[in-house]
């Protein structure tokens, strides 16, 4: 008898094991969805393919090579310098409304709608110094600082777009605008009360969100591990524009060199973005 029990329990235990090592249909699905989202993942990661290579290593040499010959023109006062940039800034504004056309999250299309403001914004500073505005007018000033502000939120959306946030991202997010808003404070609270304007809040302000722009990408470890090469391409544009001595970028060649190299980095960055979008519609498509 006691035998027959044991005899029993172990058949049922048996069988048991064997029900649970045996997929349910349920089971199966699941391990097929996983591998195709696996795949599609590992499909969306594969930006740098053959044709964008060759594309961005052409965009890149004949940027440059046209920036060269360009500022040899304006140099010898071949052209003038506004009207150059503006045609950069009208190539890098489709870039980026490009991307809001095919981003396929809403913070890549916030970033490339704010991008987009960017390149509009720093248009008008172009167009006022081709209407002969003075150095230093509140339009200029104003779209300075307005196309900077909107250069730090697209950089954050797309830093945050697809970026694990893990401790330090969302200590920095937090206190970032907090410093630099009270570095702008400070700032125009320090100087004496005869020089306090706006004038020179908004310029102040126009720094520092150049700086933030810089900083959102490169000291996230994030950023460099998800997407390197948008990291790479975007932080560098904010520093040609550092290295201008003034907003107001006219005052010799050299300034027009570095915002000509400026519009070149940012153009390879929206595509840059604009390939990691499509690549990761193509993804979606295949699992579907």
Request: glycine share 6%.
């Amino acid at each position: 008898m006691a035998e027959g029990i044991t005899r029993s329990e172990s058949e049922y235990a048996t069988s048991s094991i064997l029900e649970e090592d045996t997929p349910t249909e349920q089971s199966i699905d699941t391990i097929e969805s996983t591998q195709l989202t696996t795949s599609s993942i590992s499909q969306a990661n594969f930006i740098w393919t053959p044709r964008f290579i060759i594309l961005f290593a052409l965009t890149l040499v004949l940027g440059l090579s046209a920036s060269s010959l360009l500022m040899q023109g304006y140099a010898n006062h071949y052209l003038a310098g506004e009207a150059v940039l503006l045609v950069g800034c009208g190539l890098v504004f489709a870039t980026w409304f490009a991307v809001t056309l095919v981003a396929r999250s809403l913070w890549a299309r916030l970033g490339g709608i704010f991008a987009c403001g960017w390149a509009l914004f720093a248009s008008v500073n172009f167009v006022a110094s081709l209407l002969n505005a003075p150095p230093g007018a509140a339009i200029t000033t104003h779209a300075t600082a307005a196309a900077n502000l909107a250069l730090f939120a697209g950089y954050l959306c797309f830093s945050i777009n697809r970026v694990p946030l893990k401790r330090w991202d969302n200590w920095f997010l937090r206190l970032a605008p907090v410093i630099a808003a009270g570095i702008v404070i400070a700032s125009y609270l320090v100087a004496p009360r005869g020089t306090r304007s706006v004038h020179g809040l908004e310029t102040t302000l126009a720094i520092i969100m150049l700086y933030l722009s810089i900083f959102t990408w490169w000291l996230r470890p994030s950023c460099w591990k998800v997407q390197p090469g948008a990291t790479l391409l975007l932080g560098i544009a904010p520093i040609f524009v550092l290295l201008t001595t003034t907003p107001y970028a006219f005052s010799n060649g050299t300034d027009f060199c570095y915002l000509q190299i400026c519009l070149v980095f940012s153009l390879l960055g929206a595509l840059r973005i604009v390939q990691g979008e499509l690549r990761l519609s193509e993804a979606e498509r295949t699992m579907l």
